[in-house]
Structure formats: C-alpha cells, structure tokens
C-alpha cells in the first residue's frame, strides 16, 4: 500500500469541502424563501392625526419658529437683530426644520383625513371649511403632492443653511418658505373670491 502523502490529503479534504459547499443551498433555501414573504409585507401606516392636526402641530410652529429665528425688531429701546448664536441655538432651530421637513411626507399619506368629522372652517366664507378643502384635493392630488413637495425643497434649503450656520442664508430660506407656504394655501384654504389682501394678511399666521 502507498503512503498517504501531504498532497493526497488536500485532495481529499478538496473534494469533502466541494460535497459540503454543494448540499449547503439545498438545505438553507427552504429557509430562505420562508423568510422573503415578510421582507416583502406591504406597511401599514395608521394616520391617525388629520392633516389639520399635523399643521397646528407641526408645520405651524416649526416654521414660525424658523421665520422668528432671523429678524431684525425695532422699538422704543432699539433695534435687535435676532439671530440663533450658539451651539444649542443651532440645534433648536434645526429640530424645527426638520420637524417641518418631515411634516411634509405626513401631510400626503394616503388615507390622511384633512380634519375630523363635524369640524369647522373657524373663518366661513374666508376660509374653505373641511369638506370643501378635501374636495379640491381630491380633484386634483397630483397638485397637492407638488405643493407638498414644494415646502419640503423649501425647507431642505433652510436645514443646508442651517447647517453651516449662516442666519442670512436662512432668512433667504424663510422667504421661500413663506412661498411655498402661500402658493398651497390660495388653491386649498381659500374660496376664489376671497380678496388677496386678505389672503396675504393670513398666510403665516396659517402656514
């Protein structure tokens, strides 16, 4: 009989890892395909705020809270010119970006109610009550999309200012903002023959 040499034993111990490798997949596809089924499981989100809930709760005072960030106050003892300074002021004013930011994706959500059942417009004949404001949406959601959309950009543009700390920056961003915010408010909060003045006199108070 020959000697088993150093090179027979890589041979043999070759062809043993070869069987191995090729019954692994048969045994852990099983596995495998039990697992795809909840990878692939649709989410379901439950919207329980109305999008009336998620602007008095969310876009309303993040972005009032960014307009208020940058100003320039004149009284009786001076001007103050506000602008965040610190670390913590920074931090603050980028909490409410991206509050506002994110509202925007939660405004869109399928299934988001525009307010709950028996509200009411709090200004009738200045401002669309619930019912009709959900009317206009559903007759064109694509718009809505858009100007949502359009506010997120909007508010991506304060967090980059943010970002690197320049309050002039950030002030241009308000402005856009202010914008974006106003563009979606005079197709969705107000009747056709509401007067502009009193449209523009309302915006950021209902942004």
Same mark, same amino acid.
């Given at each position: 009989m020959r000697p088993i040499t150093f090179w027979g034993l890589c041979v043999a111990g070759g062809a043993v890892l070869l069987a191995v490798a090729c019954s692994a997949p048969q045994q852990a596809a099983p596995a495998a395909a039990a697992a795809k089924p909840a990878e692939t499981a649709?989410?379901?989100f439950r919207t329980t705020a109305t999008i009336k809930d998620i602007m008095d709760s969310v876009v309303d005072p993040s972005s009032d809270y960014l307009w208020d960030s940058v100003a320039t106050i004149v009284t009786k003892k001076g001007t103050e010119e506000r602008r965040?300074?610190?670390?913590?002021?920074w931090k603050q004013v980028r909490r409410r970006a991206i509050a506002m930011i994110e509202a925007t994706n939660l405004l869109i959500m399928d299934g988001?109610?525009?307010?709950?059942a028996g509200e009411k417009s709090e200004n009738p004949g200045i401002e669309l009550g619930p019912d009709e404001i959900k009317a206009?949406?559903?007759s064109d959601r694509a718009s809505f999309i858009k100007f949502a959309h359009g506010l997120h950009d909007a508010g991506m543009k304060a967090l980059a200012a943010i970002d690197k700390k320049d309050a002039d920056a950030l002030s241009d961003a308000g402005e856009t903002i202010d914008e974006?915010?106003?563009?979606?408010? /005079? +197709?969705?909060w107000y009747p056709l023959? @509401?007067?502009?003045? /009193? +449209?523009?006199?309302?915006?950021?108070? @209902?942004?």
């Amino acid at each position: 009989m020959r000697p088993i040499t150093f090179w027979g034993l890589c041979v043999a111990g070759g062809a043993v890892l070869l069987a191995v490798a090729c019954s692994a997949p048969q045994q852990a596809a099983p596995a495998a395909a039990a697992a795809k089924p909840a990878e692939t499981a649709a989410v379901e989100f439950r919207t329980t705020a109305t999008i009336k809930d998620i602007m008095d709760s969310v876009v309303d005072p993040s972005s009032d809270y960014l307009w208020d960030s940058v100003a320039t106050i004149v009284t009786k003892k001076g001007t103050e010119e506000r602008r965040p300074r610190t670390d913590e002021d920074w931090k603050q004013v980028r909490r409410r970006a991206i509050a506002m930011i994110e509202a925007t994706n939660l405004l869109i959500m399928d299934g988001r109610l525009v307010a709950k059942a028996g509200e009411k417009s709090e200004n009738p004949g200045i401002e669309l009550g619930p019912d009709e404001i959900k009317a206009v949406i559903d007759s064109d959601r694509a718009s809505f999309i858009k100007f949502a959309h359009g506010l997120h950009d909007a508010g991506m543009k304060a967090l980059a200012a943010i970002d690197k700390k320049d309050a002039d920056a950030l002030s241009d961003a308000g402005e856009t903002i202010d914008e974006a915010c106003e563009q979606c408010h /005079l +197709k969705y909060w107000y009747p056709l023959n @509401t007067p502009d003045v /009193l +449209k523009k006199g309302s915006v950021r108070k @209902t942004s």
